[in-house]
């Protein structure tokens, strides 16, 4: 099993949906978790943190369920701004001590107009 | 600050042969990284440092290594290209927030080719 999980996509939807992707991660001692987005060909960037109790900047919305050790992140009124890969990433401490970031494979959104 | 920089952008290797990427960060971060990313896959962690002087080996490092000799500098090194090498290699670094949540600092990365 892969320590981080995502549905790849892709999620074709129209401007202005909803769209929500979902991602599981497998070690119960993760410790911090991220939402990053990735363009096509460029670095992965900070989207946002996913806080316990929940987090939402503007249009987007991150929960985490630890119970489940699921992430989710929300996009409210698409925007074709918005078409990109999503990167679940999951900090944990690694065998030697040490805090390191694992990346699931990312979900493929499209937004079209 | 120019954020974390890395050259060159593109490199094509013949098999055998060696080279260095280069990576340098302006934020005085302490941790850095060297990730590689395969097409439609995520990100794959080869070494990293979170000091000078101080790395350590990440998933994938057989085929690398690297050095830490300041705080903004963390070349990587391929030694005898082979064709899975093939992939693009991004540097980031990071420094511990209040949370600790240890949020990363990517550069455009370096797309390398061996053949």
């Known amino acids: ?113 | 600050n120019a954020g974390v920089t890395q050259t060159p952008k593109f490199r094509i290797l013949k098999i055998g042969q060696s080279m260095t990427l280069q990576c340098t960060q302006d934020m005085n971060h302490n941790y850095m990284y060297w990730y590689r990313q395969d097409p439609g896959m995520g990100l794959k962690l080869i070494y990293y440092s979170v000091g000078a002087g101080i790395t350590d080996k990440g998933e994938v490092p057989n085929g690398y290594n690297v050095s830490r000799s300041t705080t903004e500098d963390f070349p990587l090194r391929l030694e005898l290209a082979a064709p899975s090498q093939t992939s693009v290699y991004f540097c980031a670094s990071s420094s511990p927030t209040r949370t600790h949540s240890y949020e990363q600092y990517f550069g455009p990365g370096t797309r390398l080719t061996v053949t």
């Open chain 1, 1 to 113: 099993r892969k320590e981080v999980e995502q549905d790849p996509g892709p999620f074709n939807v129209p401007e202005g949906a909803t769209v929500a992707f979902n991602c599981t991660y497998s070690n119960s001692a993760s410790q911090s978790f991220f939402w990053y987005r990735q363009d096509c060909r460029k670095e992965p960037k900070l989207l946002m943190s996913v806080y316990s109790s929940g987090n939402e900047d503007g249009r987007f919305t991150a929960q985490l369920n630890r119970a489940s050790q699921y992430i989710s992140l929300l996009i409210r009124d698409s925007k074709l701004s918005d078409s990109a890969t999503y990167l679940c990433v999951v900090n944990k401490i690694n065998a030697t001590g040490r805090r390191a970031l694992t990346f699931g494979s990312g979900t493929r959104l499209q937004v079209q107009p």
